[in-house]
Every structure is written in structure tokens, then in C-alpha cells.
């Protein structure tokens, strides 16, 4: 019983991380932390800037 509640945590954290990454992803945000949207052209970014 404690193992199958263990893994309904695990896939709870596990959910809400990407639903959070999921999130990020459609307002514009990279996961590095940035805003590639408001990039231009650092070397962190791995997106071409829209103009």
C-alpha cells in the first residue's frame, strides 16, 4: 500500500512539473528562464528572434 501511494506522489510532482513547463512553453518563456520572444540573438537562446 505505502509503494502504490509513493507512486501516486511521484506521478503527482511529476505532472505538475510539466504541466508548469507546458505553461511556460505557450506564454513564451524558455526553460532556461529567459523570454526567447524578447531575444536577440544571445548565445543562450537556440531561437531565431521573430521580427
Do not use: N
Not at 505538475?16 to 543562450?44: I, P, V
Request: one cysteine or more; a positive charge; charged letters at 25%.
Amino acid at each position: 500500500m505505502a509503494t502504490f501511494i509513493i507512486g501516486l506522489i511521484v506521478a503527482a510532482v511529476l505532472f505538475l512539473a510539466a504541466r508548469q513547463m507546458y505553461k511556460d512553453k505557450r506564454s513564451g518563456k524558455s526553460l532556461c528562464g529567459g523570454k526567447c520572444s524578447d531575444c536577440h540573438g544571445c548565445c543562450s537562446c537556440k531561437e531565431i528572434p521573430k521580427k
